[in-house]
């Protein structure tokens, strides 16, 4: 039987990493285990475009090599679609990851796409709580812009990032970004957070 046969039987979350990079490191990442590939579809040109902006200001580079990427869940399956759907065992993984942040405290927190943006809300106990269908590319875009607008270096700052951009890497127009590359737009808007408070965050590559 071939490797590709085998591999048909492997459960996902057997085959993809929960977590890697180092909890004391001060930006993370938070996916959905259902969506890997946003590591490098959105992360890594987003990545491209703050170490561009970085290093045309400051003349220096972000260390990424540990980074913390985690997945909201271990498993899969147990990723909800509905409001109500939010079963004990997602109930669980919000306590746990509850308990990793509150005691290493990062100070970017970036997620992906609905799901995660969602499962941090819950983690820090916002409300109202919402269904991930509410978080579509537009209400989204919105809680970026409040991110950015309310940074504060002495705190946790949660960072939402779609999950799927379109080819064209064009973001929707009713956001007033006039068209701009989404990759160009996030990643300068989060540089300039990080050069603001460059002196506060032990990433920089010696």
Known sequence: ????????????????KRESGERNYPIWLIVNPKHPAVRHNIWTPALAEIQDKVYREIHTRIDTGDIYIRNAVSDCRI????????????????????????????????????????????????????????????????EFGKAIENFDINKTNRIPLLRRVISSGKFIEDHNYYGENYFNYVG?????????NKDSLKIWIE
């Open 1 to 16: 039987m071939s490797s590709l046969t085998l591999n048909k039987y492997i459960p996902l979350e057997k085959t993809i």
């Open 79 to 142: 990723v909800p679609n509905t409001l109500n759907w939010w079963g004990a065992e997602v109930a669980k993984e919000i306590e746990a990851f509850r308990e990793i942040v509150l005691e290493h405290k990062p100070k970017i927190l970036i997620s992906f796409g609905a799901f995660p943006f969602e499962f941090l809300r819950r983690v820090y106990e916002i409300k109202p709580e919402k269904g991930p269908k509410y978080w579509g590319t537009s209400n989204l875009g919105d």
């Open 188 to 196: 300068k808007k989060i540089a300039e957070k990080i050069i603001e």
